[in-house]
């Protein structure tokens, strides 16, 4: 399988800051979305140590290990390079009173050919377009999931509740935090959205799946899901990672065919 990527970070029109952090590792297709938080500029610390560092230690990792590793190493992998990235965090929270209380979402995807190891904490999102159904595949730790889980209240009335950022876990903000890590099997053609809540509370999902679907090139689709949510208020910074499967298999030139290759 291959795969294309796309990313792009915008601070939206209402904050003056960035605390949204985005990278992508295209040799070892590992893509991390971070939304800090705390005040001053400890939020854009708390994702941009995030980010730097899951890419750094997971991304070596994986370059050693190949693609080919299991999905329970890649998964103890991801653990483990997070619970270092939440440590360093914290010490970081704690030993500056600057810092104090930052912390910060977090999504990261590793794609291996047919399948991806999808880590997150937080309501940092993946959504999934495969043959036009669009789907949220992570599902958020947020005070707002807990009470929709317990029927407490309707997602309708989830979308305009006033308690829309209470995070139930966040990376950096206690000495441990708990990955949630699911495994799910990619098929050629599957477009994968990775966003900050400056995404998904600006634009709907239907409009998400429309602008998605375009026959457009990826980079332009990213483009027009930041300008969406701009168009919308822009209350929030708005990052936006986008991976696209494509089939590994190609047809051969007559030239390779003569040559074997």
């Not at 190493?73 to 991801?78: N, S």
């Not at 006033?162 to 966040?170: M, S």
Request: hydrophobic content about 40%; proline content about 2%; overall charge negative.
């Amino acid at each position: 399988m291959n795969y294309e990527f796309c990313l792009r970070t915008d601070p939206g029109l209402a904050r003056e800051n960035n605390e949204d952090s985005v990278t992508i590792d295209e040799p070892t297709r590992l893509g991390i979305l971070a939304d800090g938080m705390g005040g001053y500029n400890a939020g854009e610390i708390a994702s941009g140590m995030a980010t730097a560092f899951i890419k750094s230690e997971l991304g070596r990792w994986l370059s050693q290990a190949g693609r080919h590793a299991n999905a329970k190493e890649v998964r103890r992998a991801m653990e483990i390079c997070v619970d270092n990235a939440n440590r360093s965090i914290f010490n970081a929270a704690n030993s500056n009173p600057q810092y104090s209380g930052m912390g910060t979402t977090l999504v990261l995807g590793v794609f291996q050919d047919t399948r991806l190891m999808l880590g997150h904490i937080g309501d940092s999102r993946c959504y999934r377009l495969r043959d036009g159904e669009f789907v949220q595949i992570t599902k958020d730790h947020s005070l707002l999931q807990e009470q929709m889980d317990a029927g407490l209240i309707t997602p309708e009335q989830a979308a305009t509740s006033t308690n829309k950022n209470l995070v139930t876990r966040a990376l950096g903000v206690e000495d441990a935090v708990l990955l949630e890590v699911n495994e799910h099997r990619v098929e050629p053609g599957d477009v994968y959205l990775m966003c900050s809540d400056g995404l998904s509370d600006m634009v709907d999902n239907d409009n998400i799946a429309q602008l998605l679907a375009t026959d457009v090139p990826l980079e332009q689709k990213v483009v027009q899901l930041i300008d969406a949510a701009n168009a919308n208020g822009g209350r929030d910074n708005i990052s936006v990672l986008l991976a696209q499967a494509q089939s590994g298999v190609k047809k051969r030139g007559l030239i390779s065919r003569l040559l074997g290759k």
